[in-house]
């Protein structure tokens, strides 16, 4: 064996290079070469042990598949990135809140639906800031159907099938005008929790912002899902009205506190900025109060004050008002240290972690000991509402020195929570028995939220953890000032934490994502039966089967009834004439995995996917005339390029 003369080469080397040869060996093929090469290759690329050990725990051979699929938000982009683990190889981009042209979303009747289920106030709206998907649980685990994702600046949820990765519905309320705290599922997704950020007039109406004390407030919003059917049902969802304060993030309680919720706030000093008008700035005075809310709310009893009728309705949506909540008992407070940020229940529900932004703790509530003074009304004091505040000492376990600007916590198995600490730019790991920090571990740079594999489940896996980073700085090749994000993969299943990925994410500012055993999915693979609507899951009533291929005159346009299979569309000259509407329905007769086509018309801003066995119907006006090609933009098949045909718009 050669020796190394590399600062970068320590001692114990050899032992690796040693490990390397055994395990070629043990493999048979390459042989004691093999050794060699390694170590070649480890000093041509620079790479230390530690690169090497990371880079063996990450790579995954052609045709294996990950252990883990990762479920990020797409921030600024409106979609979801797929990702599996440990490779972090991207599987799949899914529109969502956005227009996405390799699935045809937002090119078709059926996915335009979707999206304009999302536009608010007559306002089209194509981007959205989305901010933290949570998948469906049953009894608080991950059960693999499906995902719900959130927009915060058009209050928004969508929810996403994972029997085919794909967005089936969007929901709004106009009850309020801002949100951060969504998406958050009650452990057998009863609920979808969206809370309100930016206080405002309930109901999108207008109200100066000097009656802000008055007028203005915040909601907590519990979509109500519906498992059967897999949607969300609007008519059965409900909302708490909470005081202006801006509340943030919320988590769900599970086993001992299920049926609770719990929602930070910020600005209980009701700031509200007028830089220009003589006042403080909104985050200067936003920042006064040592103290803000841990808001505490009873979910399942004020389930049942809706079920009594006890609300009013406001923008179509029921609403519980505050007095109700206070007079129910539904309600209450508890002081949270400093700016307060993430909030993230336990896996056996007895506690909450909070992190102050400002501050260098993180504060353990106790679920059960909130629960307990409530009943009893053991209460404090007031706020300036009315809602009744809970002894901040007589209602935590215990808080952790964590170092400063702690974030968000999630868990492994061995009893660790996992925060990230922004303004120190690590992962603290900390012991929730004695409260203690046991690791640290660098991250590039400023970390925002991490994701642990099934770490916020009643039963994490520990394994992996990914650190969602907001800068990236030196971390990859320059491309300019505006620079990706960083998803830095974490191994937690040692004592130590070890750093082994960075993965650039260039889409928009990811925040919060979801890791999830891979075998709890089961995607379908192909459309069944044929025809298959994904939007109805049912048979489309304008499915093409072979020989039912025609081209019908009505009275409402030109109806195109066409298959796709490899190579050909059929009819494969549509003839209309200027100014007709034209319904293209169009089914992929095949049943092959992964024969997919693509329909592309020239001047009509068209292109759907046509899996095999989907039905898609595209409504356009044939405003100009003239000679449109039409093809396949999906390379199905060694006849692609001629799977084609022209729509011929004949002048009026
Ligand atoms: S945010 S970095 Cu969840 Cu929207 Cu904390
Ligand atoms: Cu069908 Cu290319």
């Given at each position: 064996?050669?020796?190394?003369?590399?600062?970068?080469?320590?001692r114990?080397?050899?032992?690796?290079?040693?490990?390397?040869?055994?395990?070629?060996?043990?493999?048979?093929?390459?042989?004691?070469?093999a050794?060699?090469d390694?170590?070649?290759?480890?000093?041509?690329?620079?790479?230390?042990?530690?690169?090497?050990?990371?880079?063996?725990?990450?790579?995954?051979?052609?045709?294996?598949?990950?252990?883990?699929?990762?479920?990020?938000s797409?921030?600024?982009?409106?979609?979801?990135?797929?990702?599996?683990?440990?490779?972090?190889?991207?599987?799949?981009?899914?529109?969502?809140?956005?227009?996405?042209?390799?699935?045809?979303?937002?090119?078709?009747?059926?996915?335009?639906?979707?999206?304009?289920?999302?536009?608010?106030?007559?306002?089209?709206?194509?981007?959205a800031?989305?901010?933290?998907?949570?998948?469906?649980?049953?009894?608080?685990?991950?059960?693999?159907?499906y995902?719900f994702?959130?927009?915060?600046?058009?209050?928004?949820?969508?929810?996403?099938?994972?029997?085919?990765?794909?967005?089936?519905?969007?929901?709004?309320?106009?009850?309020?005008?801002?949100?951060?705290?969504?998406?958050?599922?009650?452990p057998?997704?009863?609920?979808?929790?969206?809370?309100?950020?930016y206080?405002?007039?309930?109901?999108g109406?207008?109200?100066?912002?000097?009656?802000?004390?008055?007028k203005?407030?915040?909601a907590?919003?519990?979509?109500?899902?519906?498992?059967?059917?897999?949607?969300?049902?609007?008519?059965?969802?409900?909302?708490?009205?909470?005081?202006?304060?801006?509340?943030?993030?919320a988590?769900?309680?599970k086993?001992?506190?299920?049926?609770?919720?719990?929602?930070?706030?910020?600005?209980?000093?009701?700031?509200?900025?007028?830089?220009?008008?003589?006042?403080?700035?909104?985050?200067?005075?936003?920042t006064?109060?040592?103290?803000?809310?841990?808001?505490?709310?009873?979910?399942?009893?004020?389930?049942?004050?809706?079920?009594?009728?006890?609300?009013?309705?406001?923008?179509?949506?029921?609403?519980?008002?505050?007095?109700?909540?206070?007079?129910?008992?539904?309600?209450?407070?508890?002081?949270?240290?400093?700016?307060?940020?993430?909030?993230?229940?336990?896996?056996?529900?007895?506690?909450?972690?909070v992190?102050g932004?400002?501050d260098?703790?993180?504060?353990?509530?106790?679920?059960?000991?909130?629960?307990?003074?409530?009943?009893?009304?053991?209460?404090?004091?007031?706020?300036?509402?009315?809602?009744p505040?809970?002894?901040?000492?007589?209602?935590?376990?215990?808080?952790?020195?964590?170092?400063?600007?702690p974030?968000?916590?999630?868990?492994?198995?061995?009893?660790?929570?996992?925060?990230s600490?922004f303004?120190?730019?690590?992962?603290?790991?900390w012991s929730l028995?004695?409260?203690?920090?046991?690791d640290?571990?660098?991250?590039?740079?400023?970390i925002?939220?991490?994701?642990?594999?099934?770490?916020?489940?009643?039963?994490?896996?520990?394994?992996?953890?990914?650190?969602?980073?907001?800068?990236?700085?030196?971390?990859?090749?320059?491309?300019?000032?505006?620079?990706?994000?960083?998803?830095?993969?974490?191994?937690?299943?040692?004592?130590?934490?070890?750093?082994?990925?960075?993965?650039?994410?260039?889409?928009?500012?990811?925040?919060n994502?979801?890791?999830?055993?891979?075998?709890?999915?089961?995607?379908?693979?192909?459309?069944?039966?044929?025809?298959?609507?994904?939007?109805?899951h049912?048979?489309?009533?304008?499915a093409?089967?072979?020989?039912?291929?025609?081209?019908?005159?009505?009275?409402?346009g030109?109806?195109?009834?066409?298959?796709?299979?490899?190579?050909?569309?059929?009819?494969?000259?549509?003839?209309?004439?200027?100014?007709?509407?034209?319904?293209?329905?169009?089914?992929?007769?095949?049943?092959?995995?992964?024969?997919?086509?693509?329909?592309?018309?020239?001047g009509?801003?068209?292109n759907v996917?046509?899996?095999?066995?989907?039905?898609?119907?595209?409504?356009?006006?044939?405003?100009?005339?003239?000679?449109?090609?039409?093809?396949?933009?999906?390379?199905?098949?060694?006849?692609?390029?001629?799977?084609?045909?022209?729509l011929?718009?004949?002048?009026?």
């Amino acid at each position: 064996m050669q020796a190394i003369h590399s600062p970068r080469f320590p001692r114990v080397l050899p032992v690796l290079a040693l490990a390397v040869l055994a395990a070629c060996n043990g493999r048979g093929a390459p042989g004691a070469g093999a050794g060699g090469d390694v170590l070649k290759l480890m000093q041509a690329r620079n790479l230390s042990e530690q690169d090497v050990t990371a880079a063996l725990k990450t790579y995954t051979p052609t045709g294996r598949h990950d252990e883990y699929y990762t479920f990020a938000s797409g921030g600024h982009g409106g979609n979801l990135i797929v990702i599996g683990v440990p490779s972090m190889r991207i599987l799949k981009y899914i529109g969502v809140f956005t227009p996405e042209p390799w699935q045809g979303y937002g090119y078709g009747d059926d996915s335009n639906a979707v999206i304009a289920q999302g536009f608010r106030g007559g306002q089209e709206i194509t981007w959205a800031d989305m901010h933290h998907p949570a998948l469906s649980e049953t009894g608080g685990e991950y059960d693999g159907k499906y995902i719900f994702v959130n927009d915060k600046c058009n209050p928004r949820v969508a929810v996403v099938d994972l029997s085919d990765f794909m967005t089936k519905q969007i929901v709004s309320s106009e009850l309020i005008a801002s949100e951060h705290g969504a998406t958050f599922v009650t452990p057998d997704t009863d609920y979808v929790v969206e809370t309100s950020q930016y206080p405002a007039p309930l109901g999108g109406v207008y109200a100066p912002i000097e009656q802000y004390d008055e007028k203005y407030r915040g909601a907590m919003i519990f979509w109500r899902f519906d498992r059967q059917k897999g949607r969300i049902v609007p008519e059965q969802s409900w909302a708490i009205e909470l005081p202006p304060y801006m509340q943030d993030l919320a988590d769900c309680g599970k086993k001992v506190s299920d049926g609770w919720v719990y929602c930070n706030s910020i600005n209980t000093e009701r700031a509200y900025g007028g830089v220009l008008e003589g006042k403080p700035p909104l985050e200067s005075g936003a920042t006064q109060n040592d103290m803000d809310y841990l808001h505490c709310i009873h979910w399942r009893a004020a389930e049942a004050v809706v079920k009594a009728g006890k609300t009013t309705t406001i923008a179509g949506m029921r609403v519980i008002t505050l007095q109700t909540a206070i007079d129910e008992n539904l309600l209450a407070f508890v002081p949270e240290p400093k700016s307060p940020h993430g909030v993230d229940v336990t896996p056996d529900g007895t506690g909450v972690v909070v992190g102050g932004k400002l501050d260098t703790h993180t504060t353990v509530f106790d679920t059960q000991k909130i629960a307990a003074q409530m009943k009893e009304k053991k209460y404090v004091g007031k706020d300036p509402y009315g809602v009744p505040i809970l002894d901040f000492k007589g209602s935590i376990f215990g808080q952790c020195e964590i170092g400063l600007g702690p974030l968000h916590t999630v868990f492994d198995d061995k009893g660790y929570a996992y925060t990230s600490v922004f303004i120190e730019t690590v992962v603290a790991k900390w012991s929730l028995k004695d409260l203690k920090v046991v690791d640290k571990i660098d991250t590039h740079f400023n970390i925002g939220h991490l994701v642990a594999a099934e770490g916020d489940t009643v039963s994490p896996d520990g394994k992996y953890l990914i650190a969602m980073n907001k800068w990236a700085l030196d971390r990859f090749a320059p491309v300019g000032p505006l620079l990706p994000q960083n998803f830095q993969l974490i191994d937690i299943s040692g004592p130590k934490m070890q750093l082994l990925y960075d993965m650039p994410l260039p889409l928009g500012e990811p925040h919060n994502a979801q890791m999830v055993k891979a075998d709890k999915l089961k995607p379908i693979e192909v459309y069944k039966p044929v025809g298959t609507n994904p939007f109805t899951h049912a048979v489309d009533p304008h499915a093409t089967i072979g020989g039912q291929q025609r081209i019908e005159r009505k009275a409402d346009g030109v109806h195109v009834y066409m298959t796709a299979v490899r190579s050909h569309f059929s009819p494969d000259i549509v003839r209309v004439k200027q100014g007709d509407t034209v319904h293209l329905h169009v089914t992929n007769v095949e049943q092959a995995k992964d024969a997919t086509h693509g329909l592309a018309i020239g001047g009509q801003n068209i292109n759907v996917s046509l899996e095999p066995g989907k039905h898609v119907n595209i409504t356009f006006v044939a405003k100009k005339a003239g000679v449109f090609p039409f093809y396949c933009t999906e390379f199905c098949s060694a006849l692609h390029l001629e799977m084609a045909g022209y729509l011929l718009v004949e002048p009026n």
